[in-house]
T-cell receptor, first 112, second 114 residues
Framework: DQQVKQNSPSLSVQEGRISILNCDYT??????FLWYKKYPAEGPTFLIS?????DKNEDGRFTVFLNKSAKHLSLHIVPSQPGDSAVYFC???????????FGTGTRLTIIP | NAGVTQTPKFRILKIGQSMTLQCAQD?????MYWYRQDPGMGLKLIYY???????DKGEVPNGYNVSRSTTEDFPLRLELAAPSQTSVYFC?????????????FGPGTRLTVL
């Protein structure tokens, strides 16, 4: 039972355009969501997060949007840069839970 | 501050051999985790620990063992390696004081069982 789903295994975007990565979840107990970025041969690194009390969180070129009614979140990267080419994992948890539930990842390729 | 370190980076095992994957963190985090990542899949939790002396099973614990004798170290033991354990293994740690669980990952160990 996949509680966090990233239905697009890959995405290609032209440099300078907007990249939109999507994530859906099924567990209504989740109230905190994170995005991780992973380069080849490296561990995932934390990128940005959002609490369920918000519907948007912004950090530089990265913005995460949360639609609780649809159980959907998205990561927007604008403008996209070649260094953004990586695998992006969505993860979810709830307050006090020591574990994260990860999606299967989306490989983003930025085309110069 | 090295963060989370893992050794070795790569290892090839024969079926039935055993080995220990090492993980250490210098951030004084209480929580530590072991994940495996198979091609095209997400991160699956193997075992985790909420403090020295306390460990618990994750989603895919079969074939693995862990121990946590210190805050810093969280080794993962494979007793009888099987081809199904070919994967990339990541160790992570987090700080419980935040309430929410932002985990910091090591660089990974790529294990092949032949």
């Amino acid at each position: 039972d996949q509680q966090v789903k990233q239905n697009s295994p890959s995405l290609s975007v032209q440099e300078g355009r907007i990249s939109i990565l999507n994530c859906d979840y099924t567990n209504s107990m989740f109230d905190y969501f994170l995005w991780y970025k992973k380069y080849p041969a490296e561990g995932p690194t934390f990128l940005i997060s959002i609490s369920s009390i918000k519907d948007k969180n912004e950090d530089g070129r990265f913005t995460v949007f949360l639609n609780k009614s649809a159980k959907h979140l998205s990561l927007h990267i604008v403008p996209s840069q070649p260094g953004d080419s990586a695998v992006y994992f969505c993860a979810a948890t709830n307050f006090g839970n020591e574990k994260l539930t990860f999606g299967t990842g989306t490989r983003l390729t930025i085309i110069p | 501050n090295a963060g989370v370190t893992q050794t070795p980076k790569f290892r090839i095992l024969k079926i039935g051999q055993s080995m220990t994957l090492q993980c250490a963190q210098d951030m004084n985090h209480n929580y530590m985790y072991w994940y495996r990542q198979d091609p095209g899949m997400g991160l699956k939790l193997i075992y985790y620990s909420v403090g020295a002396g306390i460990t618990d099973k994750g989603e895919v614990p079969n074939g693995y063992n862990v121990s946590r004798s210190t805050t810093e170290d969280f080794p993962l033991r494979l007793e009888l390696a099987a081809p199904s354990q070919t994967s990339v293994y990541f160790c992570a740690s987090s700080d419980t004081n935040q309430g929410y669980n932002e985990q910091f990952f090591g660089p990974g160990t790529r294990l092949t069982v032949l």
